[in-house]
């Protein structure tokens, strides 16, 4: 019997998926990767300090790929004193969740003299980064971007045009070592890491030499030059633009240049202007500016710290037209919004949906929604941060390790709480019981299913403090589904959520005393970090883990073994 009109059409499908699936595994290349990780004496704000590179460099060589390529790194870990992990921040790792690069989570961190492979596929066109995974190691500079072309002829080709494009990483910078800082945040009391020395663009800045230690600072090393985009006039091009700071909330400006944002964290965005872009850590976007001011002269690339009061100079590059000459703008640098203008960074969010023509809908309900309070509170006098009043630990073993070989003593299986008094609790109130408990518990998903998550961010031991918390998601983007200023009411909220067009993402922020909602489908095998990506915050406790079918990930890799109960395995 002939088949029905359906089930030709699904068969029709099928084989067009199925074409195309080898039409793109023909295209795709697998590109190799040599890095060597050593400390090297580094300038990049013209002070001369240890930094971790990559084959000498830091910021670490741009990945470039397109879409459905493979990527292997061969990481060689010559650190001597220091083990090492590298996460792959954006990319998903679907049926390779070993390779996401996160040390007590997915992996042993790498050893000094050991080497470690990671290979994994580029599925997504968009802008990413990578960077360090263990302690506070990538504050030192072990980070990059990544790079993925959209593949030709596929379903996710740019709805933008353009003539060029310039990669920005931004960062922030101390003199002072990972080792002093971590140090300092265990200590009692507390010896915070302080507002960074300097802020960095493709890893330049420009710090004041006569405030140096003497011998340490040199202000004419081409190191710390001011970088410079060279754009042409009556051209268009895009900025693919990365966050890497440890701790800053950051204000992008081209001076004269309005930036229309079309992509963020590798989705693309319905097209909205900004005179100056509210980047958080963790985040990426895209935007692009048209070169038509005066080709006389040159223009200034700036960032500021926004969200902290901010104890650091503006962070300065140069947007060249061609023929100008090489000098210097004749303005001073902006100094973007105000540091405390939260509603202009929380219109932005609200501002940043999916491109009418690449909208991916929501599942329409939730089967399970985890409430997350996030506060500041003390252990045993230390100051830690903590959700649903549980400071988060990682465990010795690597949970994807622990669960899939059925260690079920290498972390406690009492699960966090996944709610808190969301009706009664006051956020503008200093913590009521600012003693909190700290596990390495996680949370288990079902596999397959709806996850609505909500972020509450609440007053800080000190009155009348709240700090932006910018949340990073591995192994998944999330739909962002609403944000609020205010308490987050369960009975209320979730009607005026946007499922007509939420954008994907996969670091989010949530505002001083705010809420943000986001949903995504456990659809990922394997064990998957959630956590805020300030280096400080996520290093005092402020995080969480998810796991979803871990019975459905392949043999696990010995190379990924060898430290807790793994030791015996490697």
């Not at 590798?266 to 005179?275: A, I």
């Amino acid at each position: 019997m002939a088949a029905s009109l359906p089930e030709a059409g699904r068969r029709l499908l099928c084989c067009l998926f199925l074409c195309f699936s080898l039409s793109a595994a023909a295209r795709a290349a697998t590109l190799h990767h040599e890095w060597e990780i050593s400390y090297q004496f580094k300038s990049p704000d013209c002070v001369r300090k240890l930094a971790v590179t990559i084959n000498g460099q830091t910021p670490g060589p741009t990945i470039r790929a397109t879409q459905g390529d493979t990527v292997v790194v061969r990481v060689s870990n010559s650190l001597l004193t220091e083990n090492v992990a590298i996460h792959w921040h954006g990319i998903r790792q679907i049926g390779t969740p070993w390779a996401d690069g996160t040390e007590g989570v997915t992996q042993c961190p790498i050893l000094p003299g050991d080497v470690f492979t990671y290979a994994f596929v580029v599925d997504r066109p968009g802008t990413y980064m990578y960077h360090a995974h263990y302690g506070m190691q990538r504050s030192a500079g072990l980070n990059g971007m990544i790079v993925v072309a959209a593949a030709p002829g596929g379903r996710d080709a740019e709805p933008f045009a353009y003539d060029g494009e310039h990669d920005v990483l931004l960062n922030d910078w101390w003199h002072n070592s990972t080792y002093e800082q971590a140090t300092g945040l265990a200590s009692v009391p507390i010896r915070w890491v302080g507002e960074p020395h300097s802020l960095l663009i493709n890893g330049r800045g420009r710090f004041n030499c006569s405030a140096a230690v003497a011998g340490t600072c040199d202000a004419t090393l081409p190191e710390c030059a001011a970088p410079v985009f060279d754009v042409v006039p009556g051209k268009t091009y895009r900025f693919r633009i990365a966050s890497l700071t440890s701790l800053s909330a950051l204000n992008f400006e081209i001076e004269g240049h309005p930036m229309t944002v079309v992509e963020a964290d590798g989705h693309y965005v319905k097209p909205f202007v900004v005179d100056s872009l509210s980047i958080y850590s963790g985040e990426t976007y895209s935007v692009l500016i048209k070169a038509y001011q005066d080709p006389t002269r040159n223009y200034w690339v700036a960032s500021n710290v926004v969200s902290r009061q901010p104890g650091t100079p503006t962070g300065t590059a140069v947007l060249s037209y061609l023929g100008a000459p090489r000098s210097p703008p004749p303005t001073p640098p902006p100094t973007g919004r105000a540091w405390n203008d939260t509603m202009y960074r929380f219109q932005q969010s609200v501002a940043t949906v999916a491109h009418p023509a690449h909208v991916e809908a929501p599942p329409p309900r939730a089967d399970r929604t985890i409430l997350l309070l996030n506060t500041q509170n003390k252990i045993d006098g230390r100051i830690r941060w903590a959700l649903n009043n549980v400071s988060f630990r990682l465990p010795h073993t690597p949970y994807l390790v622990a669960i899939k070989r059925g260690l079920l003593g290498a972390f406690d299986q009492r699960p966090p709480p996944e709610k808190y008094s969301h009706q009664t609790y006051d956020i503008y109130a200093k913590p009521p019981n600012p003693n909190a408990t700290s596990s390495d518990g996680l949370y288990r998903l079902r596999f397959g299913s709806v996850v609505d998550v909500v972020l509450q961010n609440t007053n800080m031991l000190d009155a009348n403090k709240s700090e932006t918390h910018p949340w990073h998601l591995h192994g998944h983007d999330f739909w962002v589904l609403g944000y609020g200023i205010g308490r987050f009411d369960l009975a209320v909220h979730p009607a005026s959520y946007n499922l007509r067009d939420p954008i994907l993402k996969n670091t989010v922020a949530v505002h001083p005393y705010g809420w943000t909602a986001l949903r995504f489908k456990a659809d990922n095998p394997g064990v998957w970090a959630f956590h805020c990506h300030i280096e400080a915050h996520f290093f005092m406790g402020m995080g969480v883990v998810f796991e979803e079918g871990i019975e459905r990930v392949a043999e696990l890799p010995p190379e990924i073994m060898g430290c807790g109960k793994t030791k015996a395995g490697h």
